[in-house]
């Protein structure tokens, strides 16, 4: 376990001095000199093999390495422990320093004459909303909270069986149930590794534009994330009630009812109401990508550029989520 711990280290060390080597040559130096130069393959290919083993040699001979310290919180003494730190100076200065360049940051055309004049003249039209839209954009509006509420609670009784099969202190009594933890994990880091509005085009295509597709996108994310948060929940339960009911001789199953699920119903109501919450943000976004609702509204106006309807929508969309959020909120103080 120890050899391993030290090879992922090792490993993040290597790709940190192939990362800032990289950013280097291949973003900085031209963004500096003339966007025109570009280095030779073979020359940055050798350059960032030397960055590497540079960092390789750090972590190996004098204990510098920030993937101990990322990984494990390991952190050296003395010289080494100097070198580290500004070795981790130089990782976030060229990071930020990349960043601008690849996002193309600037100023001077944020306060330009022309784009100021733009700004102007969106946000103007986006605070005269054009009032003969707004049957269309309630029903719209209520189409989105539907969808979330529907995707809420199709989801929830899905995270409610599957969070017990992804908590560790469930599963890992046997060999079985630790495989079956591990690829359950797995599945579900994928699932919620993939945003909405990507399950949204996924569904599009599958069942069609509308709310059902923008529906289908938000059932998955919010079963990979309910799940995640109640088998979170269910590891930092009271071992005490567990271990005094299955001393009468319990079944596994009435052990989880009588002994977990009365420690964790109140959390996963908060959960639940949170996520709904989220959903109804998330529904308003899918929209853009056909998903239905106002977020699909939303899109069509800003297509044809007419602002003053966008600005009725805007209204709508900020109300409905402010109250919303301040319903969910109450709720869950009082939950506590």
């Known amino acids: 376990m120890k050899a391993l711990r030290t ?10 001095g192939a990362y800032v080597t990289s950013a280097c040559l291949f973003i900085i130096m031209p963004a500096m000199i003339s966007d025109s130069i570009s280095i030779p393959s073979p020359y940055g290919a050798i350059s960032v093999s030397i960055g590497s083993i540079l960092t390789l040699l750090l972590s190996v001979g004098s204990k510098v390495s920030l993937g101990r310290a990322v990984l494990y919180g390991q952190l050296p003494t003395g010289r080494a422990r100097s070198i580290q730190r500004h070795l981790a100076w130089i990782t976030f200065v ?14 001077i055309e ?41 995707a809420t609670i199709i989801a929830v009784p899905v995270s409610f069986v599957l969070s017990f099969a992804a908590a560790r202190n469930v599963m890992a009594t046997d060999t079985t149930g630790r495989i079956v933890y591990v690829v359950l994990r797995a599945l579900l880091n994928i699932m919620r590794s993939m945003e909405p509005i990507i399950w949204a085009i ?50 596994r199953l009435q052990v989880l009812w009588f002994a977990i699920v009365p420690q964790c119903v109140i959390p996963f109501l908060s959960f639940t109401i949170y996520r709904w ?38 209204i709508i969309i900020t109300a409905v989520v402010w109250i919303l959020d301040v319903i969910s909120a109450r709720v869950r103080a009082a939950l506590k």
Do not use: C
Not at 7 to 16: E, N, R, S, T, Y
């Open 202 to 251: 996924i569904f599009s295509v599958w069942v069609g534009i509308g709310p059902f597709a923008g529906m289908l996108a938000l059932v998955v994310h919010t079963i990979a994330s309910l799940t995640k948060q109640y088998s979170e929940q269910i590891e930092d339960v009271n071992d005490g009630p567990i271990e005094a009911i299955s001393a009468t001789g319990a079944s």
């Open 277 to 314: 919450d989220i959903n109804v943000r998330m529904a308003t976004i899918i929209g853009f990508v056909g998903g239905g609702g106002i977020g699909y509204l939303l899109t069509q106006y800003q297509g044809l550029s007419r602002y003053h309807e966008v600005g009725m929508l805007v």
């Open 7 to 16: 090879v992922f280290a090792l490993g993040i060390d290597v790709l940190v």
């Open 110 to 150: 944020f306060f330009s004459g022309q784009g100021l004049a733009g700004a102007g003249r969106i946000f103007g039209a986006l605070f005269t909303p054009e009032f003969d839209i707004i049957g269309e954009a309630l029903s719209a509006m209520m189409e989105t909270v539907f969808t979330a509420f529907m």
């Open 94 to 107: 060229v990071t930020v320093i990349s960043g601008w360049i690849v996002t193309e940051i600037s100023p």
